[in-house]
């Protein structure tokens, strides 16, 4: 397994569009795995694709105390979403930026598994907005597009600044 370099706002590639998965194979498997990999080391709860240069619809994600509980969406799609939450996003392609964003409080998530089973399954609470924030990046949808304009651009300021110290750190 191998840990993978993570695209960073204001990064364009994370606005690209992804295409679809055709099949799970060997490939992607590995992708999977060191994609559970960089997340876990970047102690994340969920990574999209999109973020580790890899235009497909795919993302992994563990929401566990115990980081025990790895799991890939493949081809998800949101097919029914209920309620509202409100809570801190954060996300690995901001580090170190969390601001409130409302969700859908459950939604439910057709897609296919690491093993290619096509699977169904009810998600609430953290694993709820982990799923929506992740299928965003499937869209090109970063949380800070939730945000006011004026946070927003305070933000991308901020960012941009970082990604020029770490460039010259002189
Ligand atoms: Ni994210």
Known sequence: MAV???????????????????????????????????????????LAAPQVDHYIRMLVMDTSEDRSQPLALVNPEIVAATGEQEGDEGCLSLPGVFEP???????????????????????????????????????GKLFLDYLSKLKRNRLRKKMEKDKRLQADPA
């Open 101 to 139: 964003v409302v969700r859908a409080a459950e939604v439910t998530v057709r897609f296919t598994d690491r093993e290619g089973h096509a699977r169904e399954e009810v998600f609430t609470d953290l694993p709820a907005r982990c799923v929506q924030h992740e299928v965003d990046h499937l869209e």
């Open 4 to 46: 993978l370099d993570i695209l960073h706002y204001p990064d364009e590639r994370l606005r690209q569009e992804t295409q679809p998965v055709p099949e799970v194979d060997e490939d992607l498997r590995r992708l999977i795995d060191d994609m559970l990999e960089t997340m876990y080391t970047a102690s994340g709860v969920g």
